[in-house]
C-alpha cells in the first residue's frame, strides 16, 4: 500500500501534485524510534523554494477542486476512510514505534479517524446555504433577498502534533478539503513518517492532484517562512502554547485556528464516588504517559477526600504497566525524547526539593519516567502550573470550592476541567466559573466524541474545533443579494 511514499532505503519522499518525489537538497532528517533508538527511516528536508512550488501548485489545483461537486468531494472522503481503516494494522505499527504509543491505542487512533472522515462527509452534505428575506429587519423590504453560501478559504496550512499524527492531521485535512480548500500538511518530525501514509490514503482515495500537498523539514529552518507565506490563507496548527503564541505573532492577519497546551484540573468534592473518580483520574492522567492536551494534569480537593483518595490512585497506579508499547497491556511507554524526559524528571526534583510528598513513582529510566503522584503539592511549586506533558501528577489541597476554582482560573491555560460529584447544582456552579472551553461532570477530561466543540481559551488556544465547527472555521459565508424590482 505505501510502497510509493519511499524506497527500498527507507527514503520517504513528499507528496506534490499527485506524485512522491524527493527534495533537490539531498539532505534527509533520520527518524529514530523513542522506543529502542531503531532508525525507521528518513524524510526530506525541503527547500524554501520548494515549499513555494508546493504552495503554488495548490493554487492551480484550487481553481477547479472549489468548483467540484459536494457529492465529488465527500465520495473521496469515504474512500479514504475505509481505506484507512483497511490498513489500520500497518500504519498503528509504524506509529507504534515512532511515537512510542501503545498498539491498541495506534489502532484506535487510526479506527476512530475512519470515524472522523466518514462523519466529516455526512456533515458536509446535511450543511445548508440560507436565504434571507430583506423584510425581517426593522424597515427592511421584501425586494430584497440574500442567498447565503459558504466559500472556501484557499490554502490551509496543516500543521500536525506528534502526540496524534494520524487523528489531527486528518481533522484539519478532511473538513478542509470538503469545504473546498486546498492542503499544505506540515506533519511532526517526529510523526511524519505516520502522516505521510495517511497523505497517500487520501491520494489512494483519488484526491486531485495538488489538493493535497506534503512539506516536510524542521520547522526551525522552514516553518516561519510557512507560517508568513503569502500563499497561505489559513492556519490550522495543534502543538505547544510557545509555538502557537509564536505562529500568532507571524501570521499577518491569516486567521488562526490553534490547539494548544492545557493544565486541566480534576476537583473533587467530598460527596464524590471516590472509586469512580479514581479510576477516571487514573486512566486521565496516564494513559499514552500523559502526553496529550487533555490529559489531567493536577487534582483539587479537600483533606477529607485527599486521604481517602490516595490510596485509591496509589493502588491503581502501581498497577499500570510500564515497558515497551508493542507488549499487551502496557499503558507508560517511554516518552518521545530525553528533552520530555528532561523536563519532567525536572518537575518532580522541583516537588522534592520543595516539600511535596511522593505517594508513588517518580523514578526514570532512559526516557521512560515511571508513574509519579505527589500529595500535598503547593501553588509554590512549579508542578502546580507546568504542563509537565508525561505521568506525573500533582494533588493540590483547598480548604473550599472556592479556592478550588480560584486555583483553576489562576493557570494561564484554559482547555479542560472535571468535576467529580453527586451534587448537580455544585456541579453546573464550578462549570460555569471555570474559565476553560470545556467542564466534564463526573468523567476524566479528554478530547471528543469528534464533533463536539473542542476550544481553549487563555493559552490554550484560539477559534473552535469539532467537524461541524472546523469546516465553517475552514469556510466563509457570501451573501448573493437579489433585489426584486
Known amino acids: 500500500m505505501f510502497s510509493n511514499l519511499r524506497n527500498n532505503d527507507k527514503i520517504y519522499k513528499n507528496l506534490y501534485n499527485g506524485e512522491w518525489i524527493e527534495s533537490s537538497s539531498q539532505k534527509l532528517i533520520e527518524i529514530f524510534s523513542p522506543v529502542d533508538g531503531s532508525s525507521l527511516g528518513k524524510v526530506q528536508a525541503m527547500t524554501t523554494e520548494e515549499v513555494d512550488m508546493a504552495i503554488k501548485n495548490t493554487k492551480e489545483a484550487l481553481k477547479s477542486w472549489q468548483e467540484t461537486s459536494l457529492n465529488e468531494r465527500v465520495d473521496i472522503i469515504y474512500k479514504a476512510a475505509n481505506i484507512l481503516e483497511e490498513n489500520s494494522e500497518e500504519i498503528a505499527t509504524l506509529m507504534m514505534m515512532e511515537i512510542s504509543k501503545d498498539k491498541k491505542s495506534c489502532v484506535s487512533e487510526v479506527v476512530r479517524t475512519a470515524d472522523l472522515l466518514r462523519f466529516t462527509a455526512d456533515t458536509a452534505k446535511s450543511m445548508q446555504g440560507e436565504a434571507l428575506s430583506g423584510d425581517s429587519f426593522p424597515g427592511g423590504s421584501k425586494s430584497k433577498m440574500a442567498f447565503v453560501s ?52 487520501f491520494n489512494k482515495a483519488g484526491l486531485p492532484a495538488g489538493v493535497l500537498n506534503t512539506v516536510t523539514g524542521r520547522g526551525s529552518e522552514i516553518g516561519d517562512y510557512l507560517i508568513s507565506h503569502e500563499g497561505i490563507n489559513f492556519i490550522n496548527f495543534t502543538g505547544s502554547t510557545a509555538v502557537g503564541q509564536h505562529i500568532a505573532s507571524l501570521s499577518k492577519m491569516v486567521p488562526l485556528l490553534l490547539e494548544l497546551g492545557g493544565k486541566d484540573a480534576a476537583i473533587i468534592l467530598e460527596d464524590a464516588n471516590l472509586e469512580e473518580a479514581a479510576t477516571n483520574i487514573v486512566n486521565g492522567a496516564y494513559s499514552y504517559s500523559g502526553q496529550r492536551c487533555t ?191
Not at 490554502?155 to 486546498?182: H, Q
Not at 510500564?322 to 517511554?334: F, L, Q, S
Open 150 to 201: 459558504r466559500e472556501p478559504l484557499g490554502t490551509v496550512l496543516a500543521i500536525a502534533p506528534f502526540n496524534y499524527p494520524i487523528n489531527l492531521s486528518a481533522s484539519k485535512i478532511g473538513p478542509a478539503i470538503v469545504a473546498g480548500n486546498t492542503v499544505i500538511l506540515k506533519p511532526p518530525t517526529q510523526g511524519s513518517l505516520s502522516a505521510l501514509c495517511l497523505a497517500e490514503v
Open 295 to 485: 490529559a489531567v494534569k493536577r487534582i483539587l480537593t479537600f483533606d477529607s477526600v485527599a486521604d481517602k483518595l490516595i490510596p485509591l490512585l496509589k493502588e491503581k497506579i502501581e498497577k499500570l504497566k510500564v515497558g515497551n508499547p508493542a507488549e499487551d497491556g502496557v499503558v507508560i511507554t517511554p516518552l518521545i525524547d530525553n528533552k520530555s524526559a528532561d523536563f519532567v524528571e525536572g518537575l518532580i526534583k522541583d516537588a522534592k526539593d520543595s516539600g511535596a510528598t511522593l505517594v508513588t513513582g517518580g523514578t526514570r529510566e532512559n526516557n521512560t519516567i515511571y508513574p509519579t503522584l505527589f500529595d500535598n503539592v503547593t501553588t509554590d511549586m512549579r508542578l502546580a502550573w507546568e504542563e509537565p506533558f508525561g505521568p506525573v501528577l500533582p494533588l493540590i489541597r483547598v480548604s473550599s470550592i472556592d479556592e478550588a476554582i480560584e486555583i483553576a482560573n489562576k493557570s494561564e491555560y484554559g482547555l479542560q476541567s472535571s468535576v467529580f460529584t453527586q451534587d448537580i447544582d455544585k456541579a453546573f456552579y464550578i462549570a460555569k466559573k471555570l474559565e476553560v472551553g470545556t467542564v466534564q461532570i463526573n468523567n476524566k477530561t479528554e478530547r471528543g466524541p469528534d464533533h463536539y466543540p473542542f476550544l481553549g481559551v487563555k493559552s490554550s488556544g484560539m477559534g473552535t474545533q469539532g467537524i461541524r465547527y472546523s469546516i465553517e472555521a475552514m469556510s466563509r459565508p457570501k451573501a448573493i443579494v437579489l433585489n426584486i424590482k
